[in-house]
């Protein structure tokens, strides 16, 4: 899929752009650009986007008949000049979030949160997703119309946090075509990321190195995520709770432990650690010696 990140994004990020020095022919390292001066870039061109583009409002306030609830953006010109800019929509929300030592700022356009008895998806959860994204020129790289499964803790980040403003649809039905009618009140959204929240200065094909993106979304159903299977949601296995994942390993081995089935590397299983002796979850979870650290993540109980 093309939301998924490279298996191993951290290390592609560093890997630099090679080009030939006409004097010796040897190869002219380019690093990445600065993150905070491209954030600054992003923002402006984020900005004139927002400023610039509206999204099918009125559609939503009195729906026509074979509506498809779908995101439409497109250019205010001198045809539509009386439309609502994104930027000045009520429903708009201006987000931040620290990465990589940079302060980011996303927007998450909220048309419909969703089902109020359905829960929010965290960042480390699997989602039921359709979705477009499209580049700031509105060129689509990517679109899946009927919903598939995503895994956040495999998209780009911002991803990830804009979807996590919604919730799913109240249920379904199975018609007799065997296919799913969703009820009409799933999440419908727009997350507008900056390319530090993305792909950065990695090279797709479809997608322009430090390009910020656009992502129309409709949410249908969340499933809270165990990676590991160690009856700890992934999302508890953010020690740090910066919403990211791979920097928490307890025990130093690389495996960080939201896909590590023994985080302290005891040779004692998280779930036994986490287990009464019928094999039911405790919680709050055991911490033998009241030392403030749970049994899982004491290499000494």
């Known amino acids: 899929m093309k939301l998924n990140k490279f298996l191993f994004l951290y290390v592609l990020a560093g890997i630099s752009l090679m080009s030939c020095d006409k004097d010796d022919d040897s190869p002219e390292v380019v690093p990445p650009r600065d993150r905070g001066e491209q954030e600054l870039t992003d923002q402006a061109a984020l900005d004139a986007y927002l400023d610039t583009h509206f999204y099918n409002y009125e559609e939503f306030e009195a729906a026509p008949e074979g509506f498809d609830y779908k995101i439409e953006i497109d250019t205010i010109n001198a045809a539509n000049a009386g439309k609502t800019p994104l930027s000045e929509s009520p429903l708009l929300e201006t987000k931040n979030f620290n990465f990589e030592g940079v302060d980011y700022t996303y927007y998450v356009l909220k048309v419909r949160e969703g089902a109020s008895e359905q829960p ?103 499933n809270e995520a165990d990676h590991d299977r160690d009856g700890i949601p992934s999302w508890r296995e953010d020690l740090n709770e910066d919403q990211l994942l791979n920097n928490d390993d307890t025990d130093g081995d690389l495996v960080p432990n939201y896909a590590d089935a023994d985080d302290d590397g005891d040779f004692i299983p998280t779930r036994e650690e986490i287990s009464d002796e019928d094999g039911n979850i405790i919680f709050p979870y055991p911490d033998s010696d009241n030392d403030g650290t749970p049994d899982y993540l004491d290499p000494n109980n």
């Open 120 to 222: 929010q998806p965290k960042f480390s959860d699997s989602v039921y997703v359709s979705y477009e994204g499209t580049l700031l020129n509105r060129r689509t790289f990517d679109v899946s119309q009927s919903p598939v499964w995503f895994d956040l803790t495999r998209t780009v980040t911002g991803f990830g946090l804009g979807i996590t403003e919604f919730r799913g649809a109240s249920g379904f039905e199975v018609q007799e075509d065997n296919t799913i009618e969703w009820n009409n009140d799933y999440g419908i959204g727009a997350v507008f990321l900056p390319s530090g929240l993305a792909y950065f200065n990695a090279f797709r094909e479809t997608i322009p190195s430090y390009s910020p993106l656009v992502f129309a979304i409709n949410l249908y159903g969340t």
